[in-house]
């Protein structure tokens, strides 16, 4: 079998262009125009429909893709599980996080892997939250950083950290001393309710921590006045610091940001708002070593006694 041939139709599929198809396998647009034609001749039937420069897939062609790809799924795992018994431990490993996800922690993390897989290469990938699964669904990335929870039940994962999230404000706010004392509770706890009239510096509706917060701001029975919106959360923090609003983060990144002025930390809700921090894979694909430890000194590092 060619699995050569078969990786073209699937580029073909993924970029519905011959020209960035051509690109990705590394042949000639000529080569594989010709390819497709010989095919679809002996098949006796397109494989896709021509749509101006765009390639579509027939129903015939989403069988055949959908074919091709478990075929070529099944001979890296044959390929790594391989190369695992000769204890070669080269390859490639694709990780992903959100957008600036993995800034904070990434550089010690790969510090300590790459002492025991200096042969290994990665690839890191950052992309909006939504997107992670579905990178990991297609097999663009082997690895995905995200928090709970997942959507698809063909992805599985395994739990990094538990972290939580905090209110974030400048020590000569107005509200600074609203902060009370709770048993069992890490920070002094404040009655987001008490804000209601304040400013506030939040992230993208799409993000996870926005979206906590937002049901946080429903329950209080309030709509926030938004004075900014961004993603970024050390530039949250350090807005929050300066005394331009009151923001909210993840106690794990707050670990690696060192804002310019002091920054209070408090804890909100009836109950401790966490989220489990997360490894994320495709379920029932064969891990090589080096996707194995990877996770293992992940779970190190960002776990209890780690760097978080």
Known sequence: MDFRNLEYIVSIAKHQSIGKAAQDCFVSQSTLSKFIHNLEHTLGQPLFQRAGNRFLLTYAGERYVATAKSILESKKNLDQELADTLRENTGELKIAFRINGGINFLPQLLSVYWKS????????????????????????????FIRLPIEHSEITHEIIAHDKLLLLMAPDHPKA????LREGWKYPWIDIAKLKDE??????PEQRIRQTVDKLFHKAGF??????????????AQMACEGFGISFAREIPLQYITPTKKLLYFSVGETEASFNFVIAYRAETYQPVYVKEFINIAKELLGPGGLA
Not at 177 to 180: A, L, S, T, Y
Not at 199 to 204: E, G, P, S
Not at 223 to 236: G, M, Q, R
């Open 199 to 204: 400013d506030f510096i939040l992230q993208w």
């Open 177 to 180: 001393g609203e902060g009370i």
């Open 223 to 236: 709509k926030p006045n938004i004075l900014l919106t961004i993603s970024n959360t050390s530039i949250a």
């Open 117 to 144: 897989f200096p042969r290994i290469k990665l690839k890191v990938y950052e992309y909006n939250s939504p997107l992670l699964e579905d990178k990991i669904l297609q097999g663009d990335i082997d690895l995905a």
